[in-house]
């Protein structure tokens, strides 16, 4: 039953006398107390990590993993050497090991240990604490690891105030379309691995919701061809490689080049006409929702 809660995914570090780093994946991990700030987690008493981390001393610090973390998490649950010069860190304010990559991290000296059966409740009182990258955290579920996708703009999108100012500029050009062709003209920017709705103008027929801004979708075909097409090639394999099985690749990428060539695209999305097939090329046989760089 528990596994259908999920929970971060946390590494606690310290360091052992002789400098060594030492590290414990735990799942059980938040705020207690914000006057005085005092955080807590769960440990199994059991595990030989935490008497390591008891025998470093009374400073540790949590990393909070990011989504692109979960091998992290495998190479120090199998206690696999040297695993910290492997996965890379970096001192803390307290001198403790902060893995790069995550989203952040908390120094703590300990302050309590409660022994609640077979774990302990640790205690600790915060010392430092950053954010290192605003971006999603690792979530461990159903047994297995995965992260989660927020359905609207959320406040890890600081990147795109940049972007809105910029909707500003075409905004009487949209304002233009929307009215000559009666329906709804909408802005959507790339963010990682998703598409987000920014900007809209007007309301399509079929509009079921008052507006559209901070929808997500996942960049990955055949969403995002324009984004994709000015994309790095690292980022535009990545987006080709999410094709579905039985679907031609080679006809995916070429459809990128006759993008760029053309300076847009549309999407022909019929039930006998994958979207961004070459009929697309065919002068007068475009129809459906039409994406711009320019």
Not at 43 to 49: A, F
Not at 86 to 110: E, I, N
Not at 185 to 194: P, S
Request: net charge neutral; with cysteine.
């Amino acid at each position: 039953m528990l596994g259908q809660y999920p929970a971060g995914v946390c590494v606690v570090t310290a360091l052992l006398p002789g400098g060594e780093p030492v590290g414990l994946t735990i799942g059980s991990f938040g705020p207690v107390s914000f006057e005085p700030p005092l955080v807590g987690l769960l440990v199994d008493r059991r595990s030989d990590e935490w008497a390591r981390l008891r025998a470093a001393g009374e400073r540790f610090c949590v990393n909070i993993l990011s989504e692109g973390q979960e091998a992290a998490v495998r190479a120090i649950a199998a206690r696999q050497q040297p695993v910290f010069a492997d996965l890379g860190w970096r001192p803390s304010p307290a001198g403790l090991p902060v893995l790069s990559d995550s989203c952040a991290y908390v120094d703590c000296a300990l302050e309590q240990v409660h022994r609640a059966g077979d774990h302990d409740f640790v205690i600790g009182r915060v010392l430092a604490l950053d954010v290192e990258k605003p971006i999603m955290p690792l979530l461990h579920f159903r047994g297995g690891y995965c992260a989660f996708t927020p359905s609207t703009m959320s406040a890890r999108d600081a990147d795109l105030v940049g972007r809105l100012r910029l909707v500003d500029v075409v905004k009487p050009v949209m304002e233009n379309l929307s009215d000559k062709l009666q329906s709804e003209v909408t802005v959507i920017t790339r963010v990682g691995d998703e598409l987000v709705v920014i900007a809209t103008v007007g309301r399509a027929k079929t509009a079921v919701v008052p507006t559209r801004v901070g929808q997500r979708a996942p960049f990955m075909p055949p969403l995002g061809g324009v984004h994709a097409a000015w994309a790095e090639p690292a980022d535009r394999d990545s987006w080709l490689n999410r094709l579905g099985q039985g679907i031609d690749r080679d006809d995916y990428a070429e459809t990128l080049v006759l993008i760029r060539e053309r300076g847009y695209s549309f999407g022909l999305g019929t039930p006998r006409t994958p979207p961004w097939r070459p009929r697309s090329r065919r002068p007068g046989a475009v129809s459906g929702t039409g994406s711009t760089r320019r």
